[in-house]
């Protein structure tokens, strides 16, 4: 026999653990259609290039989950395919510099190349989704490429984390279209004549981390 206070109980009860389930598969809700580039313990899938005669397990080692960049010397590490028409979503942060007061005083500089075409030199005919700490996301066309960005630096200062800590980049390609965000918020936004390529990550003058490289493709 069940008392009626028991059926409140059990009632609370089952709503809380609804709640609770909900909570917990929000964010793989997210990551729906959603395919993991770097697998966390070695850069398989992944080239690299670099300027002159640099050692590239010097430069970009996988440790602890992540991707450490050295920043020097110049070069990336890119994918192995082409790509044309997705979201791609990965996790960053510079090492932060020891005694450094402002962050806006620091920096650190690096960068992700997206729809890069013909040869890779040092740096190659591409679009560049800036990494550098001050003004990252901000999109321009590099090597010969062409198009027309927007930057709203005060966006990005609102939601960027402080220096030495993880910020969540996601960046939109579609038939030339890019979109930038940071944590969630869009900051810069154009189109250009590139529609299709590798993409890969800059070792440009400081030591960034990279993870949770993933990548959506749109139709």
Same mark, same amino acid.
């Given at each position: 026999?069940?008392?009626?206070?028991?059926?409140?109980?059990?009632?609370?009860?089952?709503?809380?653990?609804?709640?609770?389930?909900?909570?917990?598969?929000?964010?793989?809700?997210?990551?729906?259609?959603?395919?993991?580039?770097?697998?966390?313990?070695?850069?398989?899938?992944?080239?690299?290039?670099?300027?002159?005669?640099?050692?590239?397990?010097?430069?970009?080692?996988?440790?602890?989950?992540?991707?450490?960049?050295?920043?020097?010397?110049?070069?990336?590490?890119?994918?192995?395919?082409?790509?044309?028409?997705?979201?791609?979503?990965?996790?960053?942060?510079?090492?932060?510099?020891?005694?450094?007061?402002?962050?806006?005083?620091?920096?650190?500089?690096?960068?992700?190349?997206?729809?890069?075409? *013909?040869?890779? @030199?040092?740096? /190659?005919?591409?679009?560049?989704?800036? $990494?550098?700490?001050?003004?990252?996301? %901000? !999109?321009?066309?590099?090597?010969?490429?062409?198009?027309?960005?927007?930057?709203?630096?005060?966006?990005?200062?609102?939601?960027?984390?402080?220096?030495?800590?993880?910020?969540?980049?996601?960046?939109?390609?579609?038939?030339?279209?890019?979109?930038?965000?940071?944590?969630?918020?869009?900051?810069?936004?154009?189109? *250009?004549?590139? @529609?299709?390529? /590798?993409?890969?990550?800059?070792?440009? $003058?400081?030591?960034?981390?990279?993870? %949770? !490289?993933?990548?959506?493709?749109?139709?």
């Amino acid at each position: 026999m069940i008392r009626k206070g028991g059926k409140r109980l059990a009632i609370v009860a089952l709503t809380a653990s609804v709640v609770v389930g909900m909570a917990a598969v929000s964010p793989a809700a997210d990551d729906d259609g959603f395919k993991e580039l770097f697998n966390g313990k070695d850069l398989s899938g992944w080239k690299t290039i670099l300027a002159g005669k640099g050692d590239p397990d010097k430069t970009f080692k996988v440790e602890d989950g992540a991707i450490i960049v050295s920043g020097n010397p110049a070069g990336y590490f890119y994918t192995d395919k082409s790509f044309k028409n997705y979201v791609l979503r990965y996790d960053w942060r510079f090492k932060r510099p020891k005694g450094l007061k402002d962050d806006e005083k620091f920096g650190g500089n690096s960068g992700l190349l997206v729809h890069i075409t *013909g040869k890779h @030199t040092i740096w /190659p005919k591409s679009v560049e989704v800036q $990494g550098e700490n001050r003004t990252h996301a %901000n !999109i321009f066309a590099i090597g010969g490429a062409k198009g027309s960005f927007k930057f709203n630096q005060a966006a990005l200062r609102k939601v960027r984390k402080p220096v030495g800590d993880w910020n969540t980049t996601e960046v939109i390609c579609k038939d030339g279209a890019i979109t930038a965000k940071v944590n969630g918020t869009t900051v810069s936004s154009g189109k *250009g004549n590139l @529609t299709e390529g /590798p993409f890969g990550f800059q070792s440009e $003058g400081a030591e960034i981390h990279f993870k %949770n !490289i993933k990548i959506k493709t749109l139709e």
